[in-house]
């Protein structure tokens, strides 16, 4: 193992260029996917504490007294995935649609009554927070004699929703590009590199050396320059993370978003995937060349 170890290392001083571009082309897709992966796994903790966040008003209709309120509330309560449901008066909703209009507040002072109705507003849990749930919900709740309609922003979650399913989507077809692309130069490097030295392994062959013996300096360089590529991509990337992550929470001094970086576990997977890019890469083209 020692020897096959220093016949890597001897290729790989041997062979600067080739296995420099070969180290630069792993580096550039795993920054390229390891930067998709971050972004969506920070988009998807957002859309998460974003559907925490979803509310539904059930409005009720207007000859509804208050005696029975409790029991509109139970019936509310007890449909599934309800996690609170709040009774927002026609005063109340008023007073909030003032304070959210602020400077326009003064264009509802000519109203002679209160033309907003008394409402629901319904938080569910976490696990109903998805569009399917809230339609269901939302349908469960239309069905109750006392609600006169309901709105959960419909449409504009529908779309939100699907544009992030459309990234997510596009963030796996560019993935799985930059892999191919990678393995793609790591075999065509690798055949350089062997056709270099194909009187030697001619020679190896001739004196008895088999094929594993011929294959495992090369697999274990392909394993080297994919770690190498893997832990300088994950480095630059958080670099550029801490970076942007330090502008963002100055920006942004609500505290609303947080980002945050891989875990040791994921970044360990990473540089495990970008090691199989180097493997896979030498595995290919050696098992074509030993054909010929």
């Known amino acids: 193992m020692i020897f096959f170890f220093k016949r890597a290392f001897q290729d790989i001083r041997t062979n600067k260029f080739l296995n420099t571009v070969t180290i630069i082309t792993i580096f550039l897709s795993i ?3 390891s930067a998709l992966v971050l972004f969506f796994l920070n988009t998807n903790d957002y859309m998460n504490s974003w559907k925490k966040g979803i509310r539904i008003i059930a409005y009720l209709k207007p000859d509804i007294v208050e005696a029975n309120l409790v029991d509109i509330k139970n019936k509310i309560q007890g449909l599934y995935g309800v996690a ?18 602020k400077r326009q507040s003064s264009l509802l002072d000519g109203l002679k009554e209160n033309p907003l109705p008394d409402a629901f507003e319904i938080r569910l849990a976490g696990r109903s927070s998805n569009i399917e749930n809230i339609e ?12 006169d309609d309901v709105e959960y922003g419909r449409k504009w979650i529908g779309r939100f929703v699907k544009l992030f399913d459309l990234f997510r989507l596009t963030g796996y077809a560019m993935s799985g590009i930059f892999f191919m692309a990678a393995v793609f130069i790591v075999v065509n490097t690798i055949r350089l590199v062997i056709y270099s030295r194909r009187e030697e392994i001619e020679i190896m062959r001739l004196v008895g050396a088999t094929d594993r013996f011929i294959k495992a300096p090369f697999y274990i360089e392909g394993i080297i320059q994919g ?23 100055y920006g942004l001094s609500s505290g609303l978003l947080h980002v945050r970086f891989f875990s040791l576990r994921l970044s360990g997977t990473i540089i495990l995937c970008s090691m199989l890019v180097g493997w896979l890469g030498c595995f290919i083209s050696l098992r074509q060349f030993l054909k010929e």
């Open 136 to 147: 269901n919900m939302a349908v469960q709740l239309e069905s109750l004699p006392e609600i």
């Open 31 to 33: 920054l390229i996917v």
């Open 84 to 101: 609170e449901a709040e009774f927002i008066s026609k005063e109340e909703a008023m007073k909030r649609l003032r304070e959210q209009m």
């Open 227 to 249: 770690a190498l590529g893997g832990i300088i991509g994950l480095a630059v990337l958080f670099a550029a993370f801490l970076y942007i992550a330090t502008n963002v929470e």
